[in-house]
Every structure is written in C-alpha cells, then in structure tokens.
C-alpha cells in the first residue's frame, strides 16, 4: 500500500544527505536497508516510493549506529510517507510472516522516536536477544542436551538400581 503523502523530492534529497554526512555510499546504504545497490540508487533518484519495512529498516539502522542523524532519520520516514507508521495491513503489505511484521513496526517506531531497536525493546521489558533466531536456537539446543543427558542420568540411575537390587536377591 502506498500512500499519497510520499514527497519524493525531500525523500531523495535527505537519502542522499544521510548518505553523505555518514560517509555510506549508496552500497552501505543498501547493505543497511537491506536491499540492493540498485534500489538504493532508484530510491535516490525518486523512482519508486520504497515499502514501509524497507524505509523502517534504514531509519532504524541509521539511528542506531549514527545518532547524531537520528533527526535526518525521522525526516526520512516523513518524507517516505510513513510519518504515522505502517499502512493498514491488508493481504498485500503483510509479509505471511508475523515475527517480520512485528520487527518492522518496532524497527518503524525505533525510527519515528529516535531510538534505537534495542531502546524500544528494553522500555518495553524485552530483550533483544529475544529476537535473535540463532541465540533462541543455541539455547533450545543447550536445553536438549541437558534433557538428554538428564535421560541418561536417570536411565543410568534405574539401571543400577535393577541391577544393585538384583544382586541383594
């Protein structure tokens, strides 16, 4: 969904300027955004208006790692035509992926506020380990070692206890 408020010509012109006062040319921007090089390059151009998470992303990434930008960040997603967040979900601007939805509105609001995504997480009590698939998955793998050497714990146990009892008969 796009929205009518896109200012295309104050959205290239404060992408080209967060590009140069962080010292990214349009690769860094991409790699930030997420996307590729030649989107980044139509984008400064004024082509085509970006998706919400796209621009999210960006503003999210830039206030985290260049602070003093975090207006120019705002500006951004005003100029992108986000200034009120996402766009009303319907079946065409979902990802289908919940988890992708969620880290996009809160990348949306880390940017709208300035912070950065693990500010928002922390003032609302998560943690942004909470987030990360590969720190969830080494848990639940350390969680299922311990559970089966638990297993053989006790399996180990009965066995002496059969066999201790066996042997006092």
Do not use: C
Request: proline share 4%.
């Amino acid at each position: 969904m796009r929205t009518p408020k896109w200012d295309r010509e104050r959205f290239g012109e404060l992408l080209k300027e967060i590009g140069d006062r962080a010292h990214l040319d349009q690769g860094g921007l991409a790699e930030l955004a997420g996307r590729s090089r030649s989107q980044i390059n139509r984008w400064t151009r004024s082509e085509n208006q970006p998706a919400y998470d796209a621009v999210a992303r960006l503003a999210t990434a830039i206030t985290g790692r260049y602070p003093h930008l975090a207006d120019l960040a705002r500006e951004f997603m005003i100029a992108a035509g986000y200034q009120d967040g996402p766009p009303a979900q319907d079946a065409t601007t979902s990802s289908g992926n919940a988890a992708s939805d969620l880290v996009a509105q809160l990348r949306a609001q880390a940017a709208a506020q300035g912070k950065t995504l693990r500010e928002v997480l922390e003032d609302g009590g998560a943690h942004p380990d909470e987030l990360d698939p590969e720190a969830q998955a080494r848990l639940d793998r350390l969680n299922e070692i311990f559970q089966m050497g638990m297993q053989e714990i006790v399996e180990a146990t009965r066995r002496g206890r059969m066999t201790g009892e066996a042997e006092a008969s």
